[in-house]
């Protein structure tokens, strides 16, 4: 039996690669820190500061940081904000002519808490905890990784301003940073693109989000098995929701593109978007999976 085991153990070794270890503690204090700077509404000066906190820390583990200024003309306020997504390059083993990748995550938070269940408090702006933050800090402690060990692909960290910008039932107003990044050319530089969107929920279930699954079934499918591989039973083979997010301005191109999201979370577009309703557990849980994902690439 012990050597049954022992067999066993060494196959699973030499398939995945050795990867740096996901620290989900640190990456709660990368979302608490977003979250301090205050709703990271576009145009703001708290959005200004957290976008500067993320170029500083890229910058200094290493990554190449390039910022793309656009400005949106708000239809129903008339004012022409702006708007910046911020890119962190690094490079992997494969050389800058090697294959890239995309991970984005939005690191603008809401405007306005619509679904608060206080009507004084639908028109105030989101602290934006899981919706937003979340992601956001599992990239920078993904970085923290590919700072310590080079995976084989280049990648893009890209943090999207504008995805939660728009009036519910009006999709033309959303996913603005995604929009102008793909306006901007991005066919043909990625080998493909995962979002990741509100996976701090402290009752984290990973579901199969369903455009993914029918555009790019492949893409989810080796995200999905990375999981599986690794035991991360917070991943849910069962396709859920269809999602509206980044993903789907870079599927338009035709780019592999997937959002990794758990969208069942009570507190969305409300006031409680707050960190007490995130895990470390949670990012540590979606981070593990992203982790390996990128380093058996
Ligand atoms: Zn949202």
Redo the contacts with the bound molecule.
Sequence with gaps: MLTVLAALSCRSVSKEKVVPTFDGDRAMKYLEAQVAFGPRVPGSASAERCREYLAAFCRELGGEIDTMQFFHADKHTGKNIEMVNLIARFSGEAGPEGERILLAAHYDS?PRAELDPDSSKQNLPID?AN??ASGVAVLMELANLIAVQKPRVNIDLVFLDG??FGMSGDLSDYFLGAKEMTRRGIKGKYRCAVVVD?VGDRDLRVYRENFSEQYFPELNDKIWETAHTIGETTFSDTVGYFVHDDHLSFMTVGLPSVVVIDFAYQY??TSHDTPDKCSAASLASVGRVMAHFIYNL
């Design positions: 809401r934006g919706d937003g995805e939660d509100m969305w577009h």
